[in-house]
């Protein structure tokens, strides 16, 4: 009879110098930079990172856009890799596993967020996995653009077995930040559903919402994108700036997930929901225009927002993208590209996310 000769565990890791690619204030380019990652603690996992996406939250960081960046800053946090070593206290990972870190790598795990699944809203505030001060040693927290990281198990999603982990690395922002609001708000077979803007965020909130089995429409100001969208799983397309489409689409929608990034006016958008329809806004992080309260009074309309999900809910999103095969559309790149990356996500020339390839650039 065979066997299965299991892996070595590791538990005892010092200090350890990792490379990636960071940037020293808001005007410079990314560079090639080295620094330290920290000694294993007893709850602590350390992963070889094989791919890592990008977010437009790693560009509006490393520009400083909403302020508050600590130079140098290394950013990703969409993040693929291998269990190299782990803590003495931890048996959910084990080396060689293929597992994945998302937006935040630890909380006080105590408070009533922590407790009920929702550590990205810690009432001490979760640390982030990057531009975030470290909860033991206050140190800034170094992303995922690079070879290895340190992260609390807890924080340490499992990928499913069979899945192609080149093409994981967006599902822990962009397929989270989709999937909690439709899981929140019960989209499912009855559900009539929008999606506002066809971008990273969007093309998952249709694969999702298709998923789930919603009847799916795409809301977007590009004709040419509607395509795009029928493939991505969208039964239906409005052009928001056919005045004609959009006024025979009024109390059309039960649910409309509004991925648009930057600020907007949201009135056009509420006249589409139909009785106690509700619009949740998950790109905008800028200041908004106002809006007319008729819009929410009449026909009890309501508007709010999603973050992230917890840990809990991340990793059913990756089980249920695992079960239906649901992947983001990337383009991957090499680590020394990320510049030319970051230009053109500016000019949202990328369908739809870029993954780097660590094994190549570093």
Known sequence: MATTVQPEVTTSVGP???????????DQPLRPMEFERRALRPDDVAIKI???????????????????TQYPTIPGHEIVGKVTAVGSEVTRHRVGDTVAVGCMVDSCMACDQCLEGWEVFCREGCTQTYNSPDRHTREITKGGYTDHIVVRDH????????????????????????????????????TKMAVVGLGGLGHMGVKLGAAMGAHVTMITTTPEKGEDARKLGASDVIVSTDAEQMRAAATRFDFILNTIPVSHEIDGYLNLLGRSGRMVIVGALTPMPGFTGFQLIW????????????????????DFCAAKDIYPDVEFIRMDEVNEAYERLLKNDVRYRFVIDMAKGL
């Not at 350890?16 to 808001?26: C, L, Y």
């Not at 026909?299 to 990756?318: F, Y």
Request: with cysteine.
């Open 50 to 68: 094989t791919y890592a996406g990008i977010c437009h939250s790693d560009l509006h960081t490393a520009r400083n856009d909403w302020g508050g």
């Open 299 to 318: 026909w009890n309309r309501a508007v709010g927002g999603s973050a992230i999900g917890g840990i809990p809910e991340t990793q059913e999103m990756l």
């Open 155 to 190: 924080f340490v999603l499992k990928v499913p077995e069979g899945m192609d982990e080149s093409r994981v690395a967006p599902l822990l922002c962009a397929g989270i930040t989709t999937y909690s609001p439709l899981r929140q708000y019960d989209v499912g077979p009855r």
């Open 16 to 26: 350890t110098t990792a490379k990636g690619w960071g940037t020293d204030a808001p």
